[in-house]
Nanobody
Framework: QVQLVESGGGMVQAGGSLRLSCAATGTIFSISTMGWYRQAPGKQRELVATITSGGSTNYGESVKGRFTISRDNAKNTVYLQMNRLKPEDTAVYYC???????????????WGQGTQVTVSS
């Protein structure tokens, strides 16, 4: 079993910055894609950013140029640097990871518990 533990959420004024972290712990052989998704009240969960083990990244259109995703493979940790935050970035941010428990098993997908980000105008 694997746990994803997020940290770094909070409240910030528009134009400010926050950095989210998500550490994966448990029985881990390797992790392929890690990422961040968000869900605002009354809206569907949407992609923020993903990153592969090789460092290839993908961003949602609304955050391109403002957010940067990175990871430390040795620590099984993914980060999200959020700059120039806007009130519409307010949401619960969820960490996601595709985890291999051994070299012989297919990956399992895991979600973190979510961390609240609130941007005031």
């Amino acid at each position: 079993q694997v746990q994803l533990v997020e940290s770094g959420g909070g409240m910030v004024q528009a134009g400010g910055s926050l950095r989210l972290s998500c550490a994966a712990t448990g029985t881990i052989f390797s992790i392929s894609t890690m990422g961040w998704y968000r869900q605002a009240p009354g809206k569907q969960r949407e992609l923020v950013a993903t990153i592969t083990s090789g460092g290839s990244t993908n961003y949602g259109e609304s955050v391109k140029g403002r957010f940067t995703i990175s990871r430390d493979n040795a620590k099984n940790t993914v980060y999200l640097q959020m700059n120039r935050l806007k009130p519409e970035d307010t949401a619960v941010y969820y960490c996601n990871a595709d985890v291999y428990h051994s070299r012989w098993m297919r990956s399992n997908n895991y979600w973190g518990q979510g961390t609240q980000v609130t941007v005031s105008s």
